[in-house]
């Protein structure tokens, strides 16, 4: 079965330090992945997304993602966080008996302190 | 992207009732989908609705408690029936990128309280 892990409930840094939000997904084949940020009281934003192209993604607002196939990880950095990053995150993967259906993690939320 | 207009964005109900949501897109989609967000929770695909075809729903969501209409390539509606409070949650409408290589993109929901 298709699943996708957010290892982390909760993250907290200070501000202009480095975020690492972490997600492992499981999969017999190999989905695309997705960041989404929802901010408090907002929808979803989508921050990057990996669709079997290059293994480095790079998002909106600086972030960026790796893929790792042997580790079947796909964890989301910042180099320097901001205080308006602080919002959850989830992880998303698309389903195997639908491209256009996803599965979405339990979500990180992330705490920027000053 | 497709701008997507949710409303009501927020609302309060008394058990029993049912509301409509209605979800509006700025441009023609072939795919919309709802999803329910419960407090503290990660989102859930409730159904794919596609034009000029019956709502496909996912397990442990039914058509009497969620019927949903998908008149035309620009709009659609989810009507949560018979609320309980278990029904409070966060409800978001997604349509697909249109050129068949994802992403989703997600209008702001909304969020229903039932008392």
């Known amino acids: 079965a298709q699943s996708v892990t957010q290892l982390d409930s909760h993250v907290s840094v200070s501000e202009g330090t480095p975020v690492l939000l972490r997600c492992n997904y499981s999969s017999s084949y190999s989905p695309s992945l997705f960041w989404y940020v929802q901010h408090p009281n907002k929808g979803l934003q989508l921050l990057l997304k990996y669709t079997s192209a290059a293994t480095l993604v790079k998002g909106i607002n600086g972030f960026e993602a790796e893929f790792k196939k042997s580790e079947t990880s796909f964890h989301l950095t910042k180099p320097s966080a901001h205080m308006s990053d602080a919002a959850e995150y989830f992880c998303v993967v698309t389903r195997p008996d639908s491209s256009y259906k996803l599965i979405f993690g339990s979500g990180t939320r992330l705490l920027v302190r000053p | 992207s497709a701008v997507i207009s949710q409303k009501p964005s927020r609302d309060i109900c008394q058990r029993g009732t049912s509301l409509t949501i209605q979800c509006q897109v700025d441009?023609?989609?072939?795919?919309m989908f709802w999803y329910r967000q419960q407090p503290g929770q990660s989102l859930t695909l409730i159904a794919t609705?596609?034009?000029?075809?019956?709502?496909?729903?996912e397990s442990g969501f039914v058509i009497d408690k969620f019927p949903i209409s998908r008149p035309n390539l620009t709009f659609s509606t989810l009507t949560v029936s018979n609320m309980s409070p278990e029904d409070s949650s966060i409800y978001l409408c997604?349509?697909?990128?249109?050129?068949?290589?994802?992403?989703?993109?997600f209008g702001d929901g909304t969020r229903l309280s039932i008392l």
């Open positions: 997604s349509v697909d990128s249109g050129d068949g290589n994802q992403p989703q993109h």
């Open positions: 441009s023609q989609v072939t795919m």
């Open positions: 609705a596609n034009q000029g075809s019956e709502a496909t729903y």
